[in-house]
């Protein structure tokens, strides 16, 4: 009698352990869908990367590359006396345009500014700096970043400021040349990187 007072059916048995092992599945289920989804996800990510075109550019010239075509130096050896920033550079090209607009500058300093300001914001390929970089040798290539001013002068004293946003009418000789020196910067940084790129791409250009 004891016995058939405690026997349980089977049925509920398995009624009991059926949602038991059914929650078990579906937690397990939900943990290998995620899992596959999320796969897939990457798989598709890496396989729209692989169908999009590549910056030849970017592919042209590695990080470690730029950073082997620039030396950091020490910034004392970098100061600019006169220019601090662009907006001083836009002023002072601004004042010196005003001062000889109806007068021709008649100090040789008055000249040399003015002169240089012209190669600065308008480079002229019948200016005859340009014309003589086929005698341009053993150069430093210096970054003022302050100013966006990268400044090429050489041993025999021929000074070249530029804009880093502007082209300018150098050949490709010395264009190479700047290269092989080295770029020597303050600091390693976007607008160092982005001129040596140009610089780069200007000189493989005419191979290809």
Same mark, same amino acid.
């Given at each position: 009698?004891?016995?058939?007072?405690?026997? #349980?059916?089977?049925?509920?048995?398995?009624?009991?352990?059926? %949602?038991?092992?059914?929650?078990?599945?579906?937690?397990?289920?939900? !943990?290998?869908?995620?899992?596959?989804?999320?796969?897939? !996800?990457?798989?598709?990510?890496?396989?729209?990367?692989?169908?999009?075109?590549?910056?030849?550019?970017?592919?042209?010239?590695?990080?470690?590359?730029?950073?082997?075509?620039?030396?950091? #130096?020490?910034?004392?050896?970098?100061? =600019?006396?006169?220019?601090?920033? !662009?907006?001083?550079?836009?002023?002072?090209?601004?004042?010196? !345009?005003? $001062?000889?607009?109806?007068?021709?500058?008649?100090? /040789?300093?008055?000249?040399?500014?003015? #002169?240089?300001?012209?190669?600065?914001?308008?480079?002229?390929?019948? /200016?005859?700096?340009?014309?003589?970089?086929?005698?341009?040798?053993? +150069?430093?290539?210096?970054?003022?970043?302050?100013?966006? =001013?990268?400044?090429?002068?050489?041993?025999?004293?021929?000074?070249?400021? &530029? +804009?880093?946003?502007?082209?300018?009418?150098?050949?490709?000789?010395?264009?190479?040349?700047? +290269?092989?020196?080295?770029?020597?910067?303050?600091?390693?940084?976007? &607008?160092?990187?982005?001129?040596? $790129?140009?610089?780069?791409?200007?000189?493989? $250009? %005419?191979?290809?």
């Amino acid at each position: 009698m004891r016995r058939v007072n405690t026997f #349980v059916p089977m049925e509920s048995e398995f009624d009991k352990a059926i %949602p038991k092992l059914a929650a078990g599945s579906s937690k397990r289920d939900a !943990k290998e869908l995620d899992q596959e989804s999320s796969k897939r !996800k990457k798989t598709g990510k890496s396989s729209e990367l692989a169908k999009e075109p590549r910056d030849k550019e970017a592919d042209e010239l590695s990080q470690e590359e730029l950073q082997q075509m620039m030396i950091i #130096v020490l910034e004392q050896g970098m100061n =600019v006396e006169a220019l601090q920033t !662009k907006d001083d550079l836009v002023m002072l090209c601004s004042l010196v !345009k005003e $001062r000889f607009n109806s007068t021709e500058p008649t100090d /040789d300093k008055e000249k040399e500014i003015w #002169v240089e300001l012209k190669r600065l914001f308008e480079p002229d390929t019948d /200016d005859e700096l340009w014309k003589l970089q086929k005698h341009i040798h053993d +150069l430093t290539w210096k970054l003022y970043d302050s100013c966006g =001013v990268h400044h090429v002068s050489t041993e025999k004293g021929i000074d070249i400021y &530029m +804009l880093v946003e502007k082209e300018y009418p150098l050949s490709r000789g010395t264009l190479t040349q700047m +290269l092989v020196a080295k770029l020597l910067v303050e600091q390693d940084n976007e &607008m160092s990187r982005e001129l040596l $790129r140009k610089i780069f791409m200007q000189v493989e $250009r %005419p191979r290809r």
